[in-house]
């Protein structure tokens, strides 16, 4: 009989997640096996526990794309990576590495790519089953803990910003202020960036401050576009992560004349946009999902050398519901990481 691990799993949507055993996975040819440390809860793995989503995942499965661990077992012809190594399982859990997408290293959106804590099983698991060619590999130097929000939330940020294609000595204008946002602010100070944080809460927009924001907006209190085009003129890039509707607009109307608003928050739903408004002002507006393996080291090689950190709050998986309670009611000050050695 197979052993057993920890899980939480989601047997049904919009239902707390389920806290039970479920076996250890075997790896198979080409994969391999993952013992976790650590793994960050990102607000997607909300919209994966609800279905929010047009693509759904099957239920049961088990979320979690922030996992950081140990290789403990490999499949056989694996050569990518040896036991004993750290590796972090993202997102971009695999692709097919051949078409026009992957070719140009796009793989987010290769249509064969699979999702780690979507698609496939994830983090929320002492043990998670991953393809070598995808995983993250953690410098040394940077924990388990350290690495968990850098691998989703810091990749997404980091490659948002460069898609804004904002340039040193340039504005860019940060919308929520949370997992995503509070990376964003250090990546876009690190990469020589003027930043304008928005958030609706103030807790948030102190951290913003003390993490490097140069000016901060509540967009609650007054017009947020009016604050952020008097205070910058416009910003030159615009990175939305928060996952609420109406800041999608507002985003696009903090966006300067030429500028880019890059969306990456993923709340269910559509926004309209001024037209008149993008056109006359030739505004570009482009999404943007997570990032490929390049950009993974890079985003990784900054929190190694101390330019980005991670604020964490440690909690063990046994806590994952009032988690995500906490993350739904935005009561969560940046990143809550799910602690594996706290459980037994
Ligand atoms: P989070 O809950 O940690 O942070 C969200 C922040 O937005 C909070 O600080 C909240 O106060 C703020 N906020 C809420 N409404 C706002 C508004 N109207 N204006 C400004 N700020 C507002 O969430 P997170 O983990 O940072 O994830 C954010 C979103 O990004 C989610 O929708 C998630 O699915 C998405 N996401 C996308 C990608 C991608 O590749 N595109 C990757 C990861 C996460
Ligand atoms: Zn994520
Ligand atoms: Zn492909």
């Known amino acids: 009989m197979a052993k057993k691990m920890h899980a939480a799993i989601v047997t049904e949507f919009g239902k707390p997640l389920s806290l039970r ?24 793995d909300l919209h994966a526990a609800r279905g929010d989503w047009p693509l759904k995942p099957t239920p049961p499965f088990i979320p979690g794309h922030e996992g950081i661990g140990i290789v403990v077992a490999l499949g056989t012809g694996v050569t990518a990576v040896k036991e004993g190594d750290r590796v972090g399982v993202p997102w971009l859990y695999s ?34 089953l991953a393809d070598p060619n995808y995983v993250a590999h953690i410098p040394e130097g940077l924990t388990a803990i350290n690495a968990a929000p850098i691998i989703c939330a810091g990749i997404t940020t980091y490659k948002g910003l460069k898609e804004t294609g904002a340039r040193p000595g340039e504005w860019v204008a940060i919308s929520g202020c949370g997992g995503l946002g509070h990376l ?5 100070k690190a990469m020589g960036l003027y930043v304008c944080a928005v958030d609706i809460d103030d807790e948030k927009l102190a951290q913003a401050t003390r993490l490097g924001a140069d ?44 500028g ?10 559509e926004f309209a946009m001024p037209l008149f408004d993008v056109v006359a002002n030739c505004i570009t507006v482009r999404g943007s999902f997570v990032g490929n393996r390049k950009d993974m080291a890079e985003c990784l090689a900054f929190a190694a050398d101390g330019a980005v950190t991670a604020e964490i709050e440690l909690q063990p998986l046994s806590a994952i519901n ?3 309670d906490r993350l739904q009611h935005g009561d969560v000050a940046a990143r809550v990481v799910l602690d594996f050695s706290a459980e037994t």
């Open 215 to 258: 000016f901060t907006v509540n967009a609650k209190s007054g017009d947020p576009v009016a604050a952020v085009m008097k205070e910058t003129g416009g910003a030159h890039g615009v990175l939305i992560t928060a996952p609420s509707l109406p800041a999608f607009k507002q985003g696009v109307g903090m966006t300067r004349k030429r």
């Open 21 to 44: 055993e479920w076996d250890i996975p075997t790896p198979g040819p080409g994969q391999i096996l993952v013992k976790t440390e650590a793994c960050g809860v990102c607000h997607t």
């Open 95 to 128: 692709a097919c590495g051949h078409c026009e997408y992957c070719l140009q290293a796009f793989e987010p959106v290769c249509s064969e790519a699979e999702f780690g804590g979507y698609t496939k099983n994830g983090g929320f698991a002492e043990y998670i």
């Open 260 to 269: 880019t608003c890059v969306l990456v928050g993923l709340p269910p739903g």
């Open 184 to 188: 964003a602010i250090q990546y876009a």
């Open 322 to 324: 009032q988690v995500f």
